[in-house]
């Protein structure tokens, strides 16, 4: 009989991600749009179709792990767990040994996704650590020379400022964030994805150069999240770009707490 399967669900606030786990190999990753009206035999339906179109029987799932940076999505997707694989989810929070000291000023006040993307990368990289995350939020954070937990910096991603930038200019019309092949836009197209898509790689670089400068220049720089990946080609300074950063982490805190 094949052994059971780690079903790892990471809620975002714009997708969740969801990732299959056979021991320590990652045999298959989804993301559904995040939507607190979703009822949770509606989530179960999406998950269990596209579990389905991978070959994958429901019925192998043995155990669960969950993360969530909305609150009210945790009740629905613990229900999903328990009515339809059976299976009682850890819910990373408080309590959960995950190995990391917290040095922030009230370490209940971190992130679960920050605290997974951490236990991820110490587990494959020497610290000290720079962790850029470029999802809904642009998130830095940074670990010590001794794996320490120090906190980092937030502030809006590329899409919630693309989205603000059009919802209050009248005469500028949405445009696909992608990268333009002159940083000087000749039209008003180019011009934004300009400002957006070049913005945010100096702000990105801008921050990784003052983390370096507190807390070593030799820093690893590991980034992770959708934008990241469309940012890569134009950030230097990232060493590594780590897509499932979220859902590696989630499994080695299962694993730490079973």
Known sequence: M????????????????????DGEDLVATFRIATDQDNLPDEYAILLLSLLRTRDIEPSRVGAAALSSTVPPLITTFMQVCRDYFRVEPLIIGTGVRTGIR?????????G????????AALAKYKPPLIIL???TALVLDAVSREGDYLGGSIAPGIGISSQALFARAAMLRRVSIERP???????????VQSGLYFGYVEMVMGMIRRFKAEIGEDATVI???GYAQLLMPDLESVDSFEPNLNLDGLRRV?????
């Open 2 to 21: 094949a052994d059971p399967l780690l079903l790892a669900i990471d809620i975002g606030n714009t997708s969740v991600a969801v990732g299959v786990y």
């Open 223 to 225: 980034a992770t999240g």
């Open 102 to 110: 917290v040095r922030y000023d009230n370490p209940r006040e971190v």
């Open 254 to 258: 299962w694993e730490a707490n079973r």
């Open 181 to 191: 092949e002159s940083v000087i836009g000749k039209n008003t197209v180019n011009s």
């Open 133 to 135: 995350d470029m999802g």
């Open 112 to 119: 679960a996704d920050r605290i997974l993307h951490v236990v």
